[in-house]
Antibody, heavy 122, light 110 residues
Framework: EVQLLESGGGLVQPGGSLRLSCAAS????????MSWVRQAPGKGLEWVSA????????YYADSVKGRFTISRDNSKNTLYLQMNSLRAEDTAVYYC???????????????WGQGTMVTVSS | QSALTQPASVSGSPGQSITISCTGT?????????VSWYQQHPGKAPKLMIY???NRPSGVSNRFSGSKSGNTASLTISGLQAEDEADYYC??????????FGTGTKVTVL
């Protein structure tokens, strides 16, 4: 079964850091681009960042560029999101999502994790 | 990197058809055939319903269909059912090698 499982969320103070992880199973992880998408409480979806299957290409939304870093370890089938200089407006459920087809970094996402909650508050 | 524009809500009676619009610009929706649609039930992760404007993933009902004209994409749900009540989001690739979601539409089955 194709599955994504996020972890690492929690409560952090403004200006703090947090690293999210997304463990993948059931597919050839290294072949597919992956993305992080977030959803603030009661709000819509916001794309955050994406990374190609090899890890050689990365993409960021303007709202997180320079503060967040996406990476992956294909030997561990795991995707990461390092979040620094966190702000209250980063509070959201963070989902990891798999590209629907090999070679399409920013197309559609066919598999999503259950999400992990990040709360930025003092 | 502004969100694509969707109506806040759309409603219909069981069996009816409804259409949700998604308006962007020539730099996103109008410029590429990388428009997709997602269904999200409360407390759940989004589910891919349409990819590349009009293609349905395996397992998605053929009651869901997508199209595009100029800078506006549309999702049509025919034969509306109670289980279709959910939030729907469009998305698109953009010319800045970025990705953007729509503002979201709440579908209510009357």
């Amino acid at each position: 079964e194709v599955q994504l499982l996020e972890s690492g969320g929690g409560l952090v103070q403004p200006g703090g850091s947090l690293r999210l992880s997304c463990a993948a199973s059931g597919f050839t992880f290294s072949s597919y681009a992956m993305s992080w998408v977030r959803q603030a409480p009661g709000k819509g979806l916001e794309w955050v960042s994406a990374i190609s299957g090899s890890g050689g290409s990365t993409y960021y939304a303007d709202s997180v560029k320079g503060r967040f870093t996406i990476s992956r370890d294909n030997s561990k089938n795991t995707l990461y999101l390092q979040m620094n200089s966190l702000r209250a407006e980063d509070t959201a459920v963070y989902y990891c999502a798999k590209a629907w087809i090999v070679g399409a970094d920013l197309d559609a996402f066919d598999i999503w994790g259950q999400g992990t909650m990040v709360t930025v508050s003092s | 990197q502004s969100a694509l524009t969707q109506p806040a809500s759309v409603s219909g009676s069981p069996g009816q058809s409804i259409t949700i619009s998604c308006t962007g610009t020539s730099s996103d929706v109008g410029g590429y055939n990388y428009v997709s649609w997602y269904q999200q039930h409360p407390g759940k992760a989004p589910k891919l319903m349409i990819y590349e404007v009009s293609n349905r993933p395996s397992g998605v009902s053929n009651r869901f269909s997508g199209s595009k004209s100029g800078n506006t994409a549309s999702l049509t749900i025919s034969g509306l059912q109670a289980e279709d009540e959910a939030d729907y989001y469009c998305s698109s690739y953009t010319s800045s090698s970025l990705f953007v979601f729509g503002t979201g539409t709440k579908v209510t089955v009357l």
